[in-house]
Structures are given as C-alpha cells and as structure tokens.
DNA sequence: CTGAAAGCGCTAACAT
DNA sequence: ATGTTAGCGCTTTCAG
C-alpha cells in the first residue's frame, strides 16, 4: 500500500554514477568532482528522491532526533502542561537550540504508567538519539528506567539519586533567598508560604531556602500551604493561609502561578497587594507579567535551560561530554507591583 | 559508541532455533509451537532483546508511530501553543485514542519556515506513519506539503481548498448560531464580537454564522474588533470595543481566552457581567469555568474531536478508510453567569 | 510448525 | 575521485 519512493540506486542510474556516489553527494562527503555532484543533484531532484531514514538508522546507528519527554502522571495531563506557561518555554528554548543544528526535536508524553513504558521502548528501539526529561516528581521511574534503557539523558533538575544523567538547573535555594531578602526589606515579617506537592524537588528547595533565609532573620515558624502549581491551588491555598494566619504581611508563592491564583484570591477580598500582602512568585513566567498587579518573582532563565540540556544531550552525543555533565543556572529578582 | 543490544540472532541462538521462529514469536503469530513460544520468551527475557525499529522499519515500511503536528508561524509559538488549552485537551484526545491502540504519538512542533520544512522531511523519510495536523492559518502550506510528500495526513479543521487529506471538524457556524440565539433570547440587542486573525478559518466561520443568525432576525452592522486568541488580545479588543460602542450590551468572542480576557477587563472597569454587557465565548474550554463569572459558551468536544482524527488515521493505515474521509462534531450551548 | 534464504535501502570500508 | 562489496537487523516468502 505504501508506494515506495525512488531509491540511491534510482539517483544512481539516472546520473550514471554508482550508489556510493550519490550516497557521498547526499551526504555531503566532500572529494567529489564538482561535476559530478552537480549531476547527481539534478538526478535527485528529477527523481524526487528522499533517504530512506530506517535503512540510514540500520547502519549510522542515529536517527538526527532528539527526544523532548515530559513526565507526570494524572488525567488530563496534557491539558494540565499546556495550561503551564513553563513547559512551552522549556519547548521554545529547546526548540531552538536543535533547529540551528538541523536535529529534530520530538515531543514525547509520558502521562500513565502505560505511556512510560511505551515512550521507554520506543526510545530504546532507537526511536531518538538521546532525551531531554522534564520531570515533575521526584519518585518518577521515568529518568531511571531511559538510563537503564541505555538511552543518553539529561534531565531538567538535579534527580533525587545518583543518575548516569546529565541534568541543567537552578539554584532554587538562592532564588528562594532572594525572595526571603526582599520581603524582609519591604519590613515584612509575618509571612508564609504557597508550597507544592512534597514530590517536587525544586519546589521544595525553594521553601527550604526561604525558611533558611528567615530563620537567619529570627523569623520561625513559617507556615505553609501545598498548592498543585496551578493557579486554582493557589487560591485555594491563599485563602487557607488567610483564615488560619489573619495577620499575615506577606507570602512566596513556590511559582508564579499560584502567585497569580493568590492574587487573585485577594483582590476579590478586598486584601490590597502589596498593600496588605506582599507577594512574591517563582519563574517569571508570563502569568507574572499579566498578572494584575505586576508579579514580583524569581526569575528561572527556563528557555536557556532547555537550550543549555539540548547543548549537554547533543555534546554528549558527540563524544564531546561527559555522562554525568551538568549545568547551573543563577535566579534573579525580578521587583515588579506586588512587593 | 552506541553499545549494540542483543538481535534476533542472539535469542535465536539463545533459544536454539531459527530467527523466523523468535520473529515470529516477537510478533505475535500464530502458529508456533507453545513449548518453542515458551522457550523463546525465556530467552528474551534473559538477553534482554529489543527489537531495532530501524530495520523492522526497513522491510514493513511501517514505524508504528503517528506524530500530532502544531503549526503556525511567529515568535515564542510553543509558549504561545502551551498557554491556550485548546491544545493540550487536543493531545490528551489523541493520546487517549493511540495509546490503547499501542500507537506511539510524538508531538511535532512547526513554528517557522525551517520547522516546517524540517517536519515534512522528517515524516517523508518515514519516522511516523501519518500525521495528524493542527493548523492555525488558511495559508499554511504545511497541510500541503505533507500531502505533497505522501504523507498519509488528517486534519483538524475542514482545509481552506481541496485537499486529499481527511479532516475533523465542528459545525462552526452552527455554533455561532447558538450563541447569536441566545444573547438575543436574553434580550440583548446591542452586540458586538471579538474575531480572530482572518486567516483563522474557524473563527471566521463564527463570526460569519453569528453575523447571519443577527441578520435574520433584523440586527445589522455588528461591530468587530480582531483578537490573536489570547486572553490579552481579549482585553484590548474589549477596551476598543467599549470606546466605539458605549452603548453595548452583549459580546460574542471567538475563543473563551479572548472572552476571558474580555470579562477581565469590563471588571476591572467596573461593567457588570452579565448586567450590563452580556459575554458568550467558543470552545468550553478550562478558561470558561476559571472565568469569574463562568463563562457561557458554545462547547466543542476538542478531545473527541482529537480521537476522531486518530480514528480516522488509524483506519486509514489500516486502509479501511478513504483518504478523504471527514467527521463533522455538533456544538452545544453551554449555560453559565456571563449571559 | 519450523528453517533457509532473499532482500529492505543505505553507509562505510576497501579497492582501484 | 569513484566503484565494489559487505553487511546493519529484521520480516517474509518459500520449502520442507
């Protein structure tokens, strides 16, 4: 049913020339006669000619294919990451960087244990060269199960065990930091926090900072509300903090999102920001700019990131990286209306 | 470097019988002795066999693979593409379909010129067996392209002109009609309407089908002011909308981020939602229920949209399918605060 | 029910 | 600088 398209060895008889000629030509091996190429360029444009990509894979070993995996289990997933402004700055910044280098990126989900197992054999069976992992929680067999798979890999975010990874990310605790400080010098000191699932790393290491940062100011006892990431939780969260902690000057949000739900929430009641309540988010994502007062954030340079995984992955692949390489980014403070 | 895994030939030898046998086994055919299916199983397991895509491409010309293009031009299009739910219920339709099939979605991402050129030769060397394509402009070439190249290609959105590709579509201007009828059936007379970039083809359906429903019942002249879909575009149309026509009391927008937008901003301006402009938005989207109030809308089942198209890809590869087969969805009206 | 053998289309030594 | 040749790992007739 599939009608098969021209072949080398069609190009190679129409230009009077042997396969390995026009393999070179298509290649672009140099050491052939201008002429010749010139004619075999014509025999492929006559023909129509395209390679056959599986027979190229059969001897290269390589597909010129990069694998972009997200991973996290729930329903609807993919409504849930395309609703987060983060992933498609992680695919912009991908994207990117494997164009220039004429590698195509392929989007890959992993939203069930069914999923996972499939994108797992699918990458094994040499689908892609290698995969950029972007990972949401931290007990996610994924990254393990492509390392095992012998699948090259670098992960967005330090894994929570020795991996034969390569991973890019931020030093979230110093972002964190970064908020506490702010907050601190607005002379707010009743604060609290917007946290996320206890799966989260970075999530994680961002609230951890922030309460070191605090304590070192004399402030305990910090309290905290796990939100979902999603702007939703956030409102949630915020109005929990707000019943259990009436007096509070100032809150992190562990991203921008739920920043944005918190301001949200107050507004409506009525709670001036920063006015009342200071409000500091985390990414600088868009929902920081569109959010109404401006989001005051730690900026996360997330499309650099990716681009800098693409780099480690295609490195790699080269040879001219190491297994384990990894990258770090600094956070900025990013001080818009809302603190 | 690529470390070379177990072939037939190994668990063949592992098993003591012939290659056929083991591929026979790997693919599930019948007729092979239980004891032998049994044994071969167990050497699998033992040496850890997968079978390399590459050259099983190579003679059954399939891949077992369907990619899910995006495409569109201009700057930051993932971010954009992530931020607007549509997509995301689109994937979560498509992946809920392929992944029962054990059919491996891979997510294409076409966002400029080189993107697409990029993509159509990728699935012209074969890394997909067809292609389920997401356009957001009438002038799109890629359609066209991965028609041109052989591409076995289904759409979502009926093509601009004549096409041999299958196509998924909702009655848009039935729609429309739904939403027209409703504002009228409140009472409101003095409407106006939220477009799209006029090279959106659905939404010019929209606006076309609201226009008609109005005309009939003896309302001309409708204002329109031209959003980009997103929520800020939303907002500036509203702004606009307000200034040349103070005396509205009804909106139609083409998508529910526009209408979100929109709402957004008639708060902020103190204008009471549904008091004194009634809004109506497209699509039933996350948006529609964060929307404070809920925004009424006009529901499309993007995600059994998304399985249709499968469906009909699917069935096509299979060649139980015409080429050009099409599946048409109804919308319904959604009832909520905003009107 | 199983095995032998012929390629699928391409690249990469190796010759020339 | 070009051609010849030997596979890459798998499926699939075709015999048996």
Known sequence: MTKRGPTLEDVAREAGVSRATVSRVVNGV??????????????????????????RSLVTRRTGAV???????GEAFAARVFADPFFGRVVDGALGFLRERA?????LVAESEQARTQVVQYLRQGAADGALVVSLDADDPLPGMLVAAGVPTVLFGRPPGPLRAGYVD?????GARLA????LARGRRRLATIGAPRSAPAARERLDGFRAALAEAGITGVPVVRGRFTAASGREAMARLLREHPGLDGVFAANDLMALGACQYLRERGVAVPGDIAVVGFDDSRAATECRPGLTTVRQPVEEMAAAM???LVDRLRGAAEEGSRVLFDPV???????
Do not use: W
């Open 30 to 55: 140099r050491n052939v006669d201008p002429r010749i190429q010139e004619a075999v360029r014509r025999a492929i444009t006559r023909t129509g000619y395209t390679p056959n990509q599986a027979a």
């Open 310 to 312: 693409a780099r480690l």
């Open 67 to 73: 694998a972009l995996v997200f991973s996290a289990a």
């Open 333 to 339: 403070l990013v001080v818009r209306e809302s603190s």
């Open 180 to 183: 506490a400080g702010h907050l």
């Open 103 to 107: 590698v195509q990126p392929v989007l």
């Open 170 to 174: 931020l030093d979230n605790a110093a």
